[in-house]
């Protein structure tokens, strides 16, 4: 489903909001203080958040660091990176106020799991698919909310953006670009799709008959990197150039597959989806003599 006419790819501005939009942690950076003021050195820690209008809430226990940090010095940083779920992580590295927040937190989790109750047959069995841990927020959140431990809570508010992409490649992003940008309909639901689809091995094949068919690359394996309204990012082992001896091997490659129309909802996605494989089945079958 190539679609045509407008751009397919995503802004950084609109990358970097489906990332903040699509996990619920991250690495929080603060100045190292005391007493006597601040000491120039950083410390960094594990932390977990959830997004409302726009803005990152992070939740920290009590008696963390980062609580004297701030009083002290008000610098830092909160770096969060696009989430792989399931066999992704292995699999890449071996290639290369407190209540009211608390109400808010309640009505994110609800909201959500109100919404997967809803979703049709196909939603839910790719949702299913996707391994136990690695599902959307709603899942992950509440034991913020479940647990004994006495919680603060701080309004990140950025002065500054950066988005890194999988080379390494770093981008200034316009800070007015990411606060005006909308997230992404399906971030809150990435991970969840993302796994299911890479753990149901239907699926996995799916994608490998895209790469042939739609992207014409002679693919013999593929993992689903991420989602968007616009597009999928596969990341398949296809053929590579012709060496100077005549040979070619497979090597993976990150391509690009973009729907002819956006999917503002998970339905429609979940839609694209299967319609996607039925011309990339009719296709083989066409080219074979089926």
Not at 217 to 222: E, G, L, T
Request: with cysteine.
């Amino acid at each position: 489903m190539i679609k045509g006419g407008k751009p397919s790819l995503l802004t950084f501005a609109e990358k970097c909001k489906n990332i903040l939009a699509s996990n619920w942690q991250g690495y929080l950076n603060t100045v190292k203080a005391d007493a006597q003021g601040s000491k120039g050195e950083i410390y960094t820690s594990k932390v977990r958040y959830f997004v409302k209008r726009g803005k990152p809430y992070i939740w920290l226990p009590q008696n963390d660091i980062h609580n004297v940090n701030t009083m002290i010095d008000e610098r830092g940083s909160f770096a969060v990176t696009s989430p792989f779920p399931g066999p992704l992580p292995n699999f890449l590295k071996s290639i290369k106020k407190a209540r009211l927040a608390g109400e808010s937190l309640k009505e994110v989790i609800s909201s959500e799991r109100s919404m997967i109750e809803k979703f049709s047959y196909s939603v839910s069995g790719i949702l299913s698919s996707s391994s136990l841990g690695a599902t959307c927020r709603g899942d992950n959140l509440p034991e913020l909310l479940d647990s004994d431990k006495q919680y603060a809570v701080l309004k990140f508010n950025p002065s500054s953006c950066m988005y890194i992409d999988s080379n390494g490649g770093t981008h200034e992003v316009d800070l007015e670009e990411v606060q005006a940008t909308k997230p992404d309909p399906l971030s809150s639901y990435t991970m969840s799709l993302i796994d299911g689809i890479n753990q149901s091995e239907a699926r996995r094949r799916a994608l490998i008959l895209f790469c042939i068919t739609h992207l014409n690359k002679n693919a013999k394996d593929a993992y689903l990197l991420s989602i968007d309204r616009k597009g999928l990012d596969v990341l398949g082992k296809v053929l590579g150039p012709i060496r100077s001896d005549g040979s070619r091997e497979y090597e993976w490659r990150e391509l690009r597959l973009a729907f002819r129309e956006e999917a503002h909802t998970v339905e429609t996605f979940c839609r694209q989806l299967v319609e996607m494989e039925e011309e990339a089945l009719k296709s083989i079958s066409n080219f074979s003599g089926i």
